[in-house]
């Protein structure tokens, strides 16, 4: 189905549902049997039929939202796996054959089943591959727990029909039916998420909405961030089913892992902000608690290769995002090069120079190419990930050069604009201040007028790279008394060596030299404004535009790590993590999940902005992720290599990298903005009040 037509289903499921099912709240007690005839009568079991896997997962998200069991995806695995036999297929589809699927542990039953009571037969799988065979239901009990329906055990009776299940199509099964459970958990405690936003903008304690809490907002904010990766990994397993593309099993997995780590933190983050009022049997929110855990759990019993298993065992990498035909085939080409070209700054920025990928995004009026977004990105993620030394000159681009282009002079793109292309302009960014670091909008440095020119007086922190840069850019108030504040801020591009600037140097833990400047009556000629007089808010915002690329490039840097740590243990992996199911391949899971999670957030970020939209949660919720996961991967490197990830220099694992990226990983975290003000501005996003 196209994306509109997955709508309008959604919107029917819904509909059906409601009426035959009822809501959340009523789930003891509500009708399945209703429901599975209203679904057939539907054709929603029929999907299998056309292979619709993307129908399903549509259906189940609405099913889950209602805390409702209905085994869609039962039906949609039974159809793929009885292959040929058409009227069975027929009879699934019209709900006369209720088939549930079930992995065959050899006893002639079937454990923790949904709607085990109302089925008539149970296909069971065999996890290693050899036949799989279609068993009438002899007889039924109940299974009282979290699950609402209960889960049931089924007695089988002998097989009707069988099918030979190579192995690889028998973990396929699996992992569809994972993938349904998942996406039902997912969608449960989404629903709980959005009541809970909504409760903290209308409940009002101790005189005012809950929602302008801070703990309230950074809650609400990692839970949408949660929710938006989860959903977006879903929609990448499900587009590269129906591409037929070979990963889509990993991003299946990859989605359903993921999910596991997240959907029942989302469930209680939305319990915490609905506190007693979410507690009791007569709001939907206990209902959807016991459908995210069940769901949830019941991936226990389904089991099939781990994500972390695979890319250690199969020496597979994560799933890689297309970014279409121009973006692929540059990608190519700029592998070759990379590969060809030494990593000396002294080569390789010359090299990329000359080939006119500096700035290659800019209108060709202006010596650019008109490059695609999908290229720059390329550019980045690959720069990034192959740690060429070109950081600087890519950043002098993104960052300062967009805007000279839109909001410069004639005579500042002709004197800027080539050094950005040449890889010759070092600059660097003069925002920070003792009382503003991620509120720009109180900065205190001022520029006053004198003249045809400006005198600067103040001073800025943390400026990374200022001891060897040539220019600043720099941010100072020209209208103390602008209502709102940021509205008196003016952008200025000023020589570092002008007379008056000092610059006062300092280590940060990455090893990095970040400086203190100061500005005492620093003479700036009008010239050297880029914008309007307190235009600059407008400015600064095109520039910081250009960190949505650079998101990229982090995520790119985390996965050259991963791939880096792969490449050490696949010698001995179970030396290094222990067999399958220890901790510390589990560890590895997580974070290669959560990576892939960032990686689309980040691709999702990319998307808002190439179709003119603003990325207005997509672009803090990717940098949020990033900024904690990095953290997170430098501690596990720690933890799963022992001392000697520890170790710095050419002969230590991924070349010292592990070790740096743990020491430069807060910066990720608190630089240009920190993560609890990026969760701020998601809370805004969601509509929270301040």
Known sequence: MAAEELTEFAASVAGVTARTWGGAAGAAAADLDGLWAAGAAQGWFALGQDDALGAVLTALRELGRAACPLPLMDAFVAVRVLGEDEKAAARIAAGELRVLVAPDDGTGMARYLDGGALATHVLTLPAAGGTAYLRPVTG??????LAEPPWTTADLGPAEAQVPLATADAADALVLL???LAARALAAAERSHEMAVEHAKNRRQFGKAIGSFGAVQQRAASCQIDVSAATLLVGRAADAYAAGRDDWALQARIAAEYIALTARRVQLGAHHTLAAIGYFAEHDAPWLF?????????LRALPVAAVADTLLEAGASLPSFDLGQAGESFRGELREFIAATPSDPSVMVPAMASRGWLGF???AAHGGRDASLAEQVVLYEECMYARAPVTIQLASVMLLGNSILRHGTAAQRDAFLPLIRDGKLHFCLGYSEPEA??????LRT????DGDGWVVNGQKLWTTGGHLASHVWLAARTDPEATPPHAGITVFLVPMDTPGITVQQHTALSGEISCTVFYDDVRVPDT????EVNGGWKVIADALAGERVVMGGIAASLLRQLDDLLGVVRADPDAWLGPRGSAARARLGELAVTLQANRALVAAAIGATASGGGARLEAPMAGVLGGELAEEFGEAMLDILGPVAALSGTEAPGAGAFEYGLRLSIMYVVGGGTNDIQRGLIARGLGLPR
């Open 446 to 449: 001022k520029a006053e007028r």
């Open 140 to 145: 039924s009990r109940e299974l009282p727990g």
């Open 290 to 298: 016991r459908r995210v855990h069940a769901d949830v759990t019941r």
């Open 178 to 180: 994972r993938l349904g």
């Open 361 to 363: 995004g800019w209108p």
């Open 528 to 531: 050297a404004r880029v914008g």
């Open 437 to 442: 670091g991620s509120d720009l909008a109180s």
